[in-house]
């Protein structure tokens, strides 16, 4: 594999990438399938015999009997169950024929999250290498009817009949306002080729276009300025796949177990618009106790019709009623919005 090709996305300061997509509003989505590059992602290999038993016994979602050409959403956390990262990942046999596993992550968080994983390799046969420059992620968007994504069924059928050589594969997303989406991974080698067949398939759009969809469909990205600040109930992951509650011990298994059955969530993830940028990690505060906040942005994106919509991890206590603010107790109130499943 190249090592040398363009990288997943631009490694940009935090602060910077933070503002970005919220400063950033996407032109109108076009009527029909898209695609976008999105920014802000990296992409950590592990790769030999053991590269999925070692992961499985770290993340909150199951590894070694994921089989080839399947995506799945996954955490990292803290022993006090605090997420430290979230993921996709998927597995597939490389070129050179070795067992890999793929973890893209948000980019800000790479270096600290691959230093932390290497501190528990200790003997196992595997090797993690932060591999941003060996691929491209495409992110793919259906029609606002509701349709496939116009080049999902090719990339599809290649990625069943490639997944284990390393080449370009095509995993389903969940639907974001009403839209079906794909994440296509290209080999950097392959990536001006195969953007060309796509371009010529379906308008582009921005990547501020991608993270708003991203916000819509309900799945929270941990990055630098939310790390650490919550369980993964906080924040609805279990409701999205991401946490596999018969599975073996990880870190933080027992807190987030115990979230989970002794009913100890008292904070759970909301969509929602307001007429102002908005930032991870920004609090938030309700009317009736200003003196405290009711809870956090954890993601965030302009939307296409003005103002931001954001995923926000807020009290239960603090959504049975009364105006919720952002920034301070008279900052612009958010409006609550529905997730695209039952939460």
Same mark, same amino acid.
């Given at each position: 594999?190249?090592?040398?090709?363009?990288?997943?996305?631009?490694?940009?300061?935090?602060?910077?990438?933070?503002? +970005?997509?919220?400063?950033?509003?996407?032109?109108?989505?076009?009527?029909?399938?898209?695609?976008?590059?999105?920014?802000?992602?990296?992409?950590?290999?592990?790769?030999?015999?053991?590269?999925?038993?070692?992961?499985?016994?770290?993340?909150?979602?199951?590894?070694?009997?994921?089989?080839?050409?399947?995506?799945?959403?996954?955490?990292?956390?803290?022993?006090? %169950?605090?997420?430290?990262?979230?993921?996709?990942?998927?597995?597939?046999?490389?070129?050179? %024929?070795?067992?890999?596993?793929?973890?893209?992550?948000?980019?800000?968080?790479?270096?600290?999250?691959?230093?932390?994983?290497?501190?528990?390799?200790?003997?196992?046969?595997?090797?993690?290498?932060?591999?941003? +420059?060996?691929?491209?992620?495409?992110?793919?968007?259906?029609?606002?009817?509701?349709?496939?994504?116009?080049?999902?069924?090719?990339?599809?059928?290649?990625?069943?009949?490639?997944?284990?050589? %390393?080449?370009?594969?095509?995993?389903?997303?969940?639907?974001?306002?009403?839209?079906?989406?794909?994440?296509?991974?290209?080999?950097?080698?392959?990536?001006?080729?195969?953007?060309?067949?796509?371009?010529?398939?379906?308008?582009?759009?921005?990547?501020?276009?991608?993270?708003?969809?991203?916000?819509?469909? +309900?799945?929270?990205?941990?990055?630098?300025?939310?790390?650490?600040?919550?369980?993964?109930?906080?924040?609805?992951?279990?409701?999205?796949? +991401?946490?596999?509650?018969?599975?073996?011990?990880?870190? %933080?298994?027992?807190?987030?177990?115990?979230?989970?059955?002794?009913?100890?969530?008292?904070?759970?993830?909301?969509?929602?618009?307001?007429?102002?940028?908005?930032?991870?990690?920004?609090?938030?505060?309700?009317?009736?106790?200003?003196?405290?906040?009711?809870?956090?942005?954890?993601?965030?994106?302009?939307?296409?019709?003005?103002?931001?919509?954001?995923?926000?991890?807020?009290?239960?206590?603090?959504?049975?009623?009364?105006?919720?603010?952002?920034?301070?107790?008279?900052?612009?109130?958010?409006?609550?919005?529905?997730?695209?499943?039952?939460?």
């Amino acid at each position: 594999m190249m090592t040398t090709a363009t990288p997943l996305s631009d490694p940009a300061p935090r602060e910077q990438a933070a503002a +970005g997509s919220a400063a950033r509003a996407p032109e109108a989505l076009p009527e029909h399938a898209f695609l976008a590059l999105p920014e802000g992602l990296g992409l950590i290999a592990a790769r030999g015999p053991e590269a999925a038993d070692f992961l499985h016994n770290q993340l909150t979602n199951a590894v070694d009997n994921l089989p080839p050409g399947e995506l799945c959403l996954a955490g990292y956390c803290t022993a006090k %169950g605090r997420l430290l990262a979230t993921m996709y990942y998927w597995r597939q046999t490389d070129a050179d %024929g070795a067992d890999a596993v793929y973890l893209l992550v948000s980019r800000d968080l790479l270096p600290a999250l691959l230093k932390r994983l290497s501190m528990f390799v200790l003997r196992a046969k595997v090797k993690l290498a932060d591999a941003s +420059g060996e691929y491209r992620v495409i992110g793919l968007a259906g029609g606002a009817d509701g349709g496939a994504p116009a080049a999902l069924p090719v990339t599809a059928q290649a990625s069943a009949q490639t997944a284990a050589t %390393g080449a370009a594969q095509s995993f389903p997303l969940l639907d974001a306002a009403s839209r079906r989406r794909a994440l296509v991974i290209v080999p950097a080698a392959q990536a001006d080729a195969a953007l060309s067949a796509l371009r010529a398939q379906a308008a582009e759009a921005s990547p501020a276009a991608w993270d708003w969809l991203d916000v819509q469909a +309900g799945v929270p990205r941990i990055a630098a300025a939310t790390q650490g600040l919550f369980v993964p109930q906080m924040i609805n992951f279990e409701l999205v796949g +991401g946490v596999n509650f018969k599975k073996g011990c990880y870190p %933080g298994q027992e807190v987030v177990a115990r979230s989970q059955y002794r009913g100890m969530v008292k904070r759970r993830l909301r969509l929602a618009h307001v007429d102002a940028q908005a930032l991870p990690a920004q609090e938030l505060f309700h009317s009736a106790d200003p003196g405290q906040p009711c809870g956090q942005v954890v993601n965030a994106a302009a939307a296409p019709q003005g103002g931001c919509d954001l995923l926000a991890e807020i009290k239960l206590d603090a959504l049975e009623g009364g105006p919720i603010h952002l920034g301070s107790p008279e900052g612009p109130a958010l409006t609550l919005k529905p997730l695209p499943y039952d939460a």
